[in-house]
């Protein structure tokens, strides 16, 4: 819902395929940049932690995700034993928040995963063949990018019904649209920069122009626009699941957690909030990475 | 320019008719029947029958199609599933809640969109750029149904400022009622805020790296004609943008409107959603989605008319 | 015994008709580009990029191009290329027809046909190192990768750049002089037998070009190179070329032998577009009135002869019908070398008073 199908965002992509990029010390130049970026450098190691929090669930935390007790339903943070609290099953927080992780990075960046090898494909395609391929391809497209994005997501999760894979789904349809114009756009301009008509010129043929001379063109500003979605995706994903139209209970998952701690929201008012703590900050992570990545890969900022 | 606006209108002819036919294949893709889901397990297959026929759901599904369209477009979005009501006059007070919370979000947000990435371009690379910069990051990263919920959480429970829920008592006029409206629409104005601050802020200092500005500056121009130079300059993708986060705000505001109760559009799709209740449903999504197809239409014809090279 | 003594040239084993056969014949060559606009995007003109274009090219021969930007050169490159398909006409590839069942595939015509673009940057991959880049083609036919490299490292000396100081740089770290003879390398990979150059000094400082010219002569001496020249500089062109074309509004005006054409102009565009030339001769001062204003328009040119709307000697006749390319009227016989495309004999031209006094 919020940088989308942003146009500058997909101008200033576009206009740093179009200025080819010097290839010899580039990434050493890149790396270089990042180390002088503190911001970049913490939300990257947040991550890791956030990811290898989800990743080792089982070992940071001795409890069960799925066992609650009435007896300790609703207790406040810094109980002991249950430094988070425990939620309205009585459920230990930090438990259910470190297994949510699991989901909720999978429901967020899986959409985007799918959306950047479909929609790549497809833009490639619509690309390269022009004509009424091309045409057909990204006149579908304009459909599809007439919904608001959140609308169609909640539409196709609520028609196909609730769980994981429709709530993939549902946001990979939604991604598709602005990968296919990004990919269009850029193949398009490689295909009529001179040194690919050059290879055509030297009988090269067609895949092996597009695997030699366009992938490599086109990758660099779909990567860039994929990590970029990755924070909206994940909060989008947590909001489906908030409406009750993602993951299904009783999995742990930060969007649904929100949902049923909300509430309690008069009983234990910070412990409600926590599963959306988590939310932020994942999301805000991946755009501040994307965002540092996003400058030092930027040649026109590196005078 | 008219023949640009004429052939973006004869445009839109398609796009909406491909929306339609996305809107009414997802309602036939998706898993049971309305009827179906509706009638109690132990009624005739008799009576089903007479129910599918009084809802044309036993014709061919192209002639479905062509029924539900030919009665949309004259305004007829038939009768819900759930409380035989007209849809159409219940989607136009929803459409008119949402309304007036888009517009007052739209108009906040995006005004301090403005400031904050206008005040973070012109210190760039200073405090005031870093503090705002962040702040606009965080509006475009904040999960908004969450942030709804902690300032209920700080207004409403923990301190009793504003009501949590509702649009308050129908019988008192609006403005009276203005307190329920300051919760949704600090919410909602969050990421136009953020969005369109990070877009100015961008764009306007890729302008300022421009020749054309050091040319006029050399010029002898002062701050104040330099700055009017770069505000042309940067309006068309800025304004471009707006529209779109103004659809965004029409369609998107479902998850707000589901933790303020707010009556809107978001809410009539949420509950349609969970009734099953496929008029409502179909008809609100159509008429977000032509809403958003319109907005795109307009903003691309403002577009062309205050920069030139778009035209074409 | 004498005969042993004459200078052999080398036999190309490609040669199929001998150097009385052109290497390359081009017949009537089209292509229009369809514009569209209005309310539904209707066609609603077409841009005659190139209309009804024919020349040869002999063996060993450098054929010039010249004409104002516009007219049709570079479309006519890539045509021949068959970078972009051609609407109607022919290309006879050293008596083979191209494209045709029996004749000439477009890949095996473009081995023996190579290409060097204008603009030196962006026509090498930014991600390939200059041995790489030259390397890629013949890579890419099949030639393993150890002798295509030690062939680019070979084909970089040969263009005058030392292969160890080089082979390993990126686009980037090389000056526009270096890229174009870079460029010029890897069109000779393949080892072609006509090289197009498309504007291929016009980017380059003075200086630079002037040792890049003196390079493809020496390469084509040493690699017995045909070569089609396309610049819109007349000096470039009277130095390089052996015969010239003349081009306006995508129609061949003049052609002939290039002292022919610099010396005795027959087309009233010639004429003009050579008094424009700068010289800094005093005895050469402009004598005939330079041209003035811009082409007209490709898509509505004006009927009959195109030029006639900026010609000084246009008549009622020239906008009846396109004049044909033809030896001049008033030729002397045996000059079927010059062609020209005007109805007016030379006579009247020069008659003409030279200023308007």
Not at chain 1, 111 to 128: D, E, H, K, Q, R
Request: hydrophobic content about 50%; aromatic content about 6%; overall charge positive.
């Amino acid at each position: 819902m919020s940088d989308l199908a942003n146009p500058d965002a997909l101008a200033t992509l576009v206009g740093k395929a179009t200025t080819p990029r010097p290839a010899a010390g580039y990434w050493t130049a890149v790396g270089r940049r990042l180390k002088r970026d503190p911001v970049t450098i913490i939300v990257t190691l947040l991550l890791l932690a956030i990811v290898l929090m989800a990743i080792c669930a089982p070992w940071v935390t001795s409890y069960d995700p799925y066992a609650g007790s009435v007896m300790r339903r609703l207790r406040p943070i810094g109980t002991p034993g249950h430094w988070l609290g425990t939620d309205e099953t009585g459920r230990d927080l930090w438990t259910r928040l470190a297994y949510g992780g699991r989901l909720s990075l999978l429901a967020g960046v899986a959409p985007v995963m799918v959306s950047l090898l479909v929609g790549g494909l497809l833009g490639i395609t619509a690309g390269f063949m022009g004509g009424l391929t091309g045409t057909l391809i990204m006149r579908t497209m304009d459909v599809f990018y007439a919904f608001p994005s959140i609308l169609l997501a909640i539409a196709i999760c609520g028609l196909l019904g609730n769980g994981l894979t429709n709530s993939i789904i549902a946001l990979a349809v939604v991604f598709i649209p602005p990968m296919v114009r990004i990919a269009e756009t850029v193949t398009t301009q490689a295909r009529h920069l001179d040194f690919v008509e050059a290879a055509r010129a030297s009988g090269t043929t067609t895949m092996q122009i597009i695997r030699h001379h366009v992938l490599a063109n086109v990758l660099g500003p779909i990567l860039v626009y994929a990590t970029s979605l990755i924070s909206l995706s994940i909060i989008l994903s947590a909001g489906l699941s908030f409406l009750g139209l993602g993951v299904t209970p009783p999995q742990a998952e930060w969007g649904l957690m929100l949902n049923s701690l909300r509430q309690s929201i008069y009983v234990q008012p910070y412990v409600a909030a926590l599963p959306g703590v988590m939310i932020f900050v994942t999301s805000m992570c991946f755009n501040l990475m994307s965002d540092g990545f996003r400058s030092a890969m930027d040649v026109r900022l590196s005078k | 320019m008219l023949v640009f606006a004429g052939r973006r209108l004869l445009q839109a002819i398609p796009i909406l008719l491909g929306v339609s036919l996305v809107i009414f294949g997802l309602v036939h893709v998706a898993p049971g029947n309305p009827i179906d889901m509706l009638m109690p397990p132990e009624a005739s297959p008799e009576i089903i029958a007479q129910m599918k026929a009084a809802y044309g759901f036993d014709r061919p599904l192209h002639i479905q199609y062509l029924l539900w369209l030919g009665r949309a477009l004259s305004g007829d979005f038939g009768i819900s599933v759930f409380n035989a009501a007209p849809v159409l006059g219940q989607l136009m007070t929803a459409l008119g809640n949402t309304l007036v919370l888009a517009v007052t979000a739209a108009a906040l947000g995006f005004t301090l969109g403005i400031v904050f990435g206008m005040t973070a371009a012109l210190h760039h690379g200073r405090w005031p750029d870093k503090l705002l910069s962040a702040v606009t990051t965080a509006g475009v990263s904040l999960p908004h149904y969450w942030f709804a919920i902690v300032l209920v959480l700080v207004f409403a429970v923990l301190n009793d400022w504003m009501p949590a829920q509702g649009m308050g008592d129908d019988s008192l006029p609006l403005w009276q009622r203005l307190d329920h409206i300051v919760l949704p629409v600090v919410t909602l104005c969050m990421i136009p805020m953020g969005v369109i601050g990070r877009l100015v802020r961008a764009t306007v200092l890729e302008i300022m790296g421009q020749d054309f500005v050091g040319a006029l500056s050399a010029k002898g121009l002062g701050r104040g004609p330099v700055l009017r130079h770069i505000i042309k300059n940067a309006a068309p993708p800025v304004l471009a943008l707006m529209g779109l986060q103004f659809g965004y705000l029409l369609g998107g505001s479902i998850l707000i409107e589901t933790v303020f109760n707010w009556p809107g559009t978001g809410n009539l799709l949420n509950l349609a959603i969970f009734r099953r209740d496929i008029p409502v449903l179909q008809a609100t999504i159509l008429v977000l989605a032509s809403f958003f197809v319109l907005l795109n239409l307009l903003v691309d014809i403002a577009q062309a008319a205050i920069d030139p090279r778009i035209r074409r | 015994m004498s005969a042993a003594l004459l200078p052999v040239p080398p036999v190309d084993p490609r040669d199929r008709g001998g150097p009385a056969q052109p290497l390359l014949s081009v017949t009537d060559l089209r292509k229009h580009f369809p514009v569209y606009g209005g309310l539904l995007n209707r066609r609603v003109a077409t841009v005659q990029a190139v209309d009804d274009v024919s020349f040869t090219i002999a063996k060993g021969e450098t054929l010039g191009v010249v004409g104002e930007s516009g007219c049709g050169k570079s479309t006519t490159a890539r045509l021949v290329m068959h970078l972009i398909r051609p609407d109607a006409g022919s290309i006879v590839f050293d008596g083979e027809e191209v494209g045709s069942q029996a004749g000439l595939s477009v890949a095996e015509m473009r081995r023996q046909m190579q290409m060097v673009f204008q603009d030196s940057y962006s026509s090498l991959n930014p991600r390939l190192t200059m041995v790489d880049s030259i390397a890629y083609a013949p890579r890419m036919h099949g030639l393993p990768a150890r002798q295509a490299v030690a062939r680019s490292e070979q084909l970089l000396a040969q263009v005058g750049l030392n292969p160890a100081l080089f082979a390993r740089r990126y686009p980037h770290e090389l000056s526009g002089g270096q890229r174009q003879r870079v460029n010029i390398a890897r069109a000779l990979a393949l080892e072609p037998r006509l090289v197009i150059l498309d504007e291929a000094v016009s980017a380059l400082d003075k200086s630079v070009e002037a040792q890049v010219l003196n390079l493809l002569a020496e390469l084509k001496a040493r690699l017995n190179l045909t070569y089609l020249f396309i610049s819109h500089d007349l000096n470039v062109v009277e130095y390089i070329s052996d015969r010239v074309l003349v081009m306006y509004l995508g129609r061949v005006v003049e052609a002939g032998p290039v002292e022919e054409i610099y010396g005795r102009p027959r087309h009233p565009y010639t004429r003009a577009l050579l008094a424009s030339k700068p010289t800094l001769d005093p005895d050469r001062r402009t004598t005939v009135l330079p041209l003035s204003g811009d082409p007209p328009n490709p898509i509505n040119p004006p009927s009959g002869c195109r030029f006639r709307t900026r010609c000084r000697f246009a008549q009622p006749a020239c906008a009846e019908m396109l004049p044909p390319l033809l030896p001049p009227v008033d030729a002397a016989p045996g000059d079927a070398q010059h062609l020209v495309a005007c109805i007016l004999p030379e006579a009247q031209m020069n008659a003409e008073p030279r200023h308007a006094a």
